[in-house]
T-cell receptor, first 111, second 110 residues
Framework: QKEVEQNSGPLSVPEGAIASLNCTYSDRGSQSFFWYRQYSGKSPELIMSIYSNGDKEDGRFTAQLNKASQYVSLLIRDSQPSDSATYLCAVSRSTLGRLYFGRGTQLTVWP | SQTIHQWPATLVQPVGSPLSLECTVEGTSNPNLYWYRQAAGRGLQLLFYSVGIGQISSEVPQNLSASRPQDRQFILSSKKLLLSDSGFYLC?????????FGPGTRLTVT
């Protein structure tokens, strides 16, 4: 069983703060890692992908991967109320392979 | 550009009725396609995936079935719906290594 674990939250941060979302996975063969954002009532939207150890930055988002610790995180800098959503972590063994999703962390950014 | 469509957007069906949900993809050929279900307060559950016409792999052997009659069309069906089939049904496809979701169909079984 390939497990992907996330803190369910809710995680609540003030506007302008850094939100830190964490994810651990059990399959050491995982090669691809993704973060999705899902607004209430909407479908998940891909916001970050990362494949190698280290940090990957895209605007206010930074994904961090540590394969040795089987850990991937998402940092959101200068959090905005519009970032309030559920964030899903997903991992895959190979390109074009099936994804294994965590259950998501609910983030609330209050003004 | 590549887009993915799902319909209907919402559906209310009585227990025991049949179901047919459709997913179509534009702007690409021979995509890998996936059906997921997200029940209220639960995670994403992979139901079926397909790597080509007529090729379906099932992850959940319940009262649901899937078909891929055309390269860019993926259909989810049921002969008799159960209350537990209620949820948000999502179709997804893969571009290079990244998976993208359609807008979803919200199904309520009454």
């Amino acid at each position: 069983q390939k497990e992907v674990e996330q803190n369910s939250g809710p995680l609540s941060v003030p506007e302008g703060a850094i939100a830190s979302l964490n994810c651990t996975y059990s399959d050491r063969g995982s090669q691809s890692f993704f973060w999705y954002r899902q607004y209430s009532g909407k479908s998940p939207e891909l916001i970050m992908s990362i494949y190698s150890n280290g940090d990957k930055e895209d605007g206010r988002f930074t994904a961090q991967l540590n394969k040795a610790s089987q850990y991937v995180s998402l940092l959101i800098r200068d959090s905005q109320p519009s970032d309030s959503a559920t964030y899903l972590c997903a991992v895959s063994r190979s390109t074009l392979g099936r994804l294994y999703f965590g259950r998501g962390t609910q983030l609330t950014v209050w003004p | 550009s590549q887009t993915i469509h799902q319909w209907p957007a919402t559906l209310v069906q009585p227990v025991g009725s049949p179901l047919s949900l459709e997913c179509t993809v534009e702007g690409t050929s021979n995509p890998n396609l996936y059906w997921y279900r997200q029940a209220a307060g639960r995670g994403l559950q992979l139901l079926f995936y397909s790597v080509g016409i007529g090729q379906i792999s099932s992850e959940v052997p319940q009262n649901l079935s899937a078909s891929r009659p055309q390269d860019r069309q993926f259909i989810l069906s049921s002969k008799k719906l159960l209350l537990s089939d209620s949820g948000f049904y999502l179709c997804a496809w893969v571009l290079i290594d990244e998976q993208y979701f359609g807008p979803g169909t919200r199904l309520t079984v009454t």
